[in-house]
């Protein structure tokens, strides 16, 4: 579809059709949606030039609406429900041309660039994002405690392997000046590296029960995620999809969906329901009253608890009236586990 066509609030009714329509497991949903949210910024940035009093929140609140999507969505671009590294890094890079100041994005390029080797340019990433982290300029985009210092690891890891692959290039000079370099063992070096890889290794994931949270490593999400415990539901975020589990039944579910159910369990209960207002970061642009349109929200929690009975599992998500509104929350019925890793989560994720 070509975008340019439409007028801005045929954009606006495209991205609440997706909405209401859910996520599919094809291609093209997230790319859609970030099309949508580029085109309509690039139309509200010459009505700003013209009258910013009346278009600047518009135009803020849209790229806020893109960069988002491109931070939190951009690694499932191209199959909506497995993540891809290549594809993480090019949608991190140009979330970073519409924003510069986004922790959370140069980290993940931090993660990626060290996942891949590449040290020198985890050392940049890291050191950036602990730099705008320190600016604290969007709350919403800074690092959590423990990103913060994993943060600082990856840094120090980073400069060390930088550090060592260069001494080691060094004795291989042949002129006679390589060889008035102190002779340096690197032993001490290479077990501070081997130390600070098992550590992040062993606190690579957040593991979340009702109650209580720790760190642990991607072996002990996957044997959590082989042995479920029975009655207990498990929401696992791993490096390529994301699973949900029951007594033996698993699925493999959409991020958005995965995102949702995670909130459920972690932010919710009959007292503190979710509503349309409360949940309106897991949409797009809000409707006339400021917030997420009553149909889109009451379909997409249906769909989720219709997903949800896949598992042969009692309904979790139970329905009141909460201050005028139709309110979702999680009502106990089982047990939970929710499995992800550190690298992924947002400040807003209540594991600080």
């Given at each position: 579809?070509?975008?340019?066509?439409?007028?801005?609030?045929?954009?606006?009714?495209?991205?609440?059709?997706?909405?209401?329509?859910?996520?599919?497991?094809?291609?093209?949903?997230?790319?859609?949606?970030?099309?949508?949210?580029?085109?309509?910024?690039?139309?509200?940035?010459?009505?700003?030039?013209?009258?910013?009093?009346?278009?600047?929140?518009?135009?803020?609140?849209?790229?806020?609406?893109?960069?988002?999507?491109?931070?939190?969505?951009?690694?499932?671009?191209?199959?909506?429900?497995?993540?891809?590294d290549n594809t993480a890094v090019s949608s991190l890079k140009k979330a970073l041309s519409y924003e510069k100041n986004i922790p959370i994005a140069y980290?993940?390029?931090?993660?990626?660039?060290?996942?891949?080797?590449?040290?020198?340019?985890?050392?940049?990433?890291?050191?950036?994002?602990?730099?705008?982290?320190?600016?604290?300029?969007?709350?919403?985009?800074?690092?959590?405690?423990?990103?913060?210092?994993?943060?600082?690891?990856?840094?120090?890891?980073?400069?060390?392997?930088?550090?060592?692959?260069?001494?080691?290039?060094?004795?291989?000079?042949?002129?006679?000046?390589?060889?008035?370099?102190?002779?340096?063992?690197?032993?001490?070096?290479?077990?501070?590296?081997?130390?600070?890889?098992?550590?992040?290794?062993?606190?690579?994931?957040?593991?979340?029960?009702?109650?209580?949270?720790?760190?642990?490593?991607?072996?002990?999400?996957?044997?959590?995620?082989?042995?479920?415990?029975?009655?207990?539901?498990?929401?696992?975020?791993?490096?390529?999809?994301?699973?949900?589990?029951?007594?033996?039944?698993?699925?493999?579910?959409?991020?958005?969906?995965?995102?949702?159910?995670?909130?459920?369990?972690?932010?919710?209960?009959?007292?503190?329901?979710?509503?349309?207002?409360?949940?309106?970061?897991?949409?797009?642009?809000?409707?006339?009253?400021?917030?997420?349109?009553?149909?889109?929200?009451?379909?997409?929690?249906?769909?989720?608890?219709?997903?949800?009975?896949?598992?042969?599992?009692?309904?979790?998500?139970?329905?009141?009236?909460?201050?005028?509104?139709?309110?979702?929350y999680f009502n106990e019925t089982v047990q939970y586990i929710v499995l992800f890793r550190v690298d992924d989560a947002f400040a807003n994720d209540y594991v600080s």
């Amino acid at each position: 579809m070509r975008f340019r066509n439409l007028t801005l609030e045929e954009l606006e009714n495209l991205e609440q059709e997706l909405h209401e329509n859910g996520e599919q497991s094809n291609y093209g949903y997230y790319a859609k949606l970030i099309d949508i949210y580029k085109e309509m910024y690039k139309r509200i940035v010459p009505l700003v030039r013209e009258d910013r009093a009346m278009y600047n929140h518009s135009l803020q609140y849209t790229k806020k609406l893109l960069v988002t999507c491109l931070v939190k969505y951009g690694t499932y671009l191209k199959v909506n429900k497995l993540k891809d590294d290549n594809t993480a890094v090019s949608s991190l890079k140009k979330a970073l041309s519409y924003e510069k100041n986004i922790p959370i994005a140069y980290y993940r390029l931090g993660f990626l660039a060290y996942k891949q080797g590449d040290y020198s340019q985890a050392v940049r990433y890291f050191q950036e994002a602990l730099n705008y982290h320190k600016l604290g300029d969007d709350p919403s985009f800074s690092l959590n405690q423990q990103q913060e210092f994993h943060a600082h690891m990856y840094l120090a890891n980073s400069a060390l392997y930088v550090a060592s692959s260069t001494y080691e290039a060094m004795e291989d000079l042949s002129y006679s000046s390589a060889k008035q370099i102190p002779n340096l063992a690197l032993s001490p070096l290479y077990e501070t590296l081997r130390h600070n890889e098992q550590f992040l290794k062993n606190h690579a994931f957040y593991k979340i029960s009702k109650g209580h949270i720790e760190t642990c490593s991607k072996d002990t999400c996957e044997e959590i995620a082989e042995n479920g415990e029975n009655n207990t539901l498990g929401v696992y975020f791993n490096d390529r999809e994301n699973i949900l589990f029951f007594n033996g039944e698993e699925t493999i579910i959409t991020p958005g969906q995965a995102n949702m159910i995670r909130h459920f369990l972690l932010s919710s209960n009959e007292k503190n329901p979710c509503t349309r207002i409360t949940m309106k970061d897991f949409f797009g642009r809000t409707g006339t009253d400021g917030e997420v349109k009553k149909n889109t929200f009451i379909k997409s929690i249906e769909r989720l608890r219709t997903r949800l009975k896949t598992l042969n599992m009692p309904d979790i998500i139970d329905v009141k009236q909460y201050q005028g509104e139709t309110a979702y929350y999680f009502n106990e019925t089982v047990q939970y586990i929710v499995l992800f890793r550190v690298d992924d989560a947002f400040a807003n994720d209540y594991v600080s």
